[in-house]
């Protein structure tokens, strides 16, 4: 099944399995980078659990789901308008001060996310900062109704070096908040885009 197909089916389940999760250590060690007041994108915000965190601590936050019953939810959850839009169409140039992907990025095949990243890296404006999450492995292919792929530390540099803007500031694994999935591991890394005018 698609992911998409998957979340649009499953959003109420998917929406009271997540939005009570806790995610505040791993988000205020992202909101530490941001300025203050500054415009975030929440790619792939599901419950926009997230996103009400980012607002309520005085981000201009813009929240974004590809699957529409979600994007309905969050709208409720978080009081504002959520954007419904796939990754691979993605068009901004230099909005966002920071771009949160919490195990989002990781339904994209091997094939796509090079693509995806580069639409996410035109995003943020130089000196932006990026936190993905993915879950801890070498596995590609459907579990649980969705595509995966897995990234090892290795993996994630090696995705991370072939997109010469980026730098990696943090790097670490973690064990799945969810108690029924402990032992489950996330690689999680904050990278921030190069500002070329410093490098000269």
Known sequence: MDPIDYYNKNAS??????????????????????????????????SGRDSLYFIENGFDTTALDGAEELCELASIHIG??????????????????????????????????DNVLNRVINALKPDGVLYMSFKHGDFEGIRNGRYYTYYTTRSL????????????????????????????????????????ENQE
């Open 13 to 46: 389940l998917y929406f009271e399995s997540t939005v009570e999760l806790d995610m505040k250590e791993t988000l205020d060690k992202f909101i530490e980078y941001l300025p203050e007041g500054a415009a975030v994108l929440d790619l792939g915000c599901g």
């Open 80 to 113: 504002q308008n959520v954007l419904h839009m796939q990754f691979s169409e993605l068009d901004f140039t230099e909005v966002f001060d920071g771009v949160w992907a919490c195990a989002s990025l990781l339904h994209l095949q091997t094939n796509e996310i």
């Open 157 to 196: 540099k090696e995705l991370i070096k072939r997109h010469k803007e980026l730098e990696i500031l943090e790097l670490w694994n973690s064990q799945d908040v969810r108690t029924e999935r402990e032992e489950e591991s996330w690689m999680n890394v904050i990278v921030r885009k190069i500002n070329e």
